[in-house]
């Protein structure tokens, strides 16, 4: 599972040899397998976020690059409602088992 932010490459230069001769003459094809293949063996760690708050606990999940940093500020980003550390609400993060390949 990928978010569009990862695959947005990919859909772009699948748009780009939609059109002409000239955009798969022109290296776009190249490009276009380059990106498959580095999605194919992107390593990704499955996270999942808690939101402690008044009205209770909310979960998110999170599919994460492994070489990118993710933490509680990025996890805030990404609430439902606004963090209100004031009131007592936490936030907490956990690394689970790599995901899993469905295909």
């Known amino acids: 599972m990928y ?13 780009a040899i939609q059109g002409s001769e000239q955009d798969k003459e022109s290296g776009v094809l190249t490009k276009l397998r380059e990106e ?15 939101h402690q708050h008044r009205h209770g606990q909310s979960q998110y999940l999170f599919l994460v690059p492994v070489e990118k940093a ?4 990025d996890f805030e980003q990404y609430l439902q ?8 609400e936490e936030l907490e993060l956990v690394t689970m088992n790599e995901p899993i390949e469905i295909e």
């Open 3 to 15: 978010t569009k932010n990862q695959v947005a490459e990919l859909f772009t230069l699948i748009e």
């Open 70 to 73: 993710f933490g509680s500020d």
């Open 36 to 50: 498959a293949a580095r999605l194919k063996s992107m390593k990704q760690r499955l996270m999942l976020g808690m």
């Open 81 to 88: 409602e606004e963090f209100e550390p004031d009131l007592e």
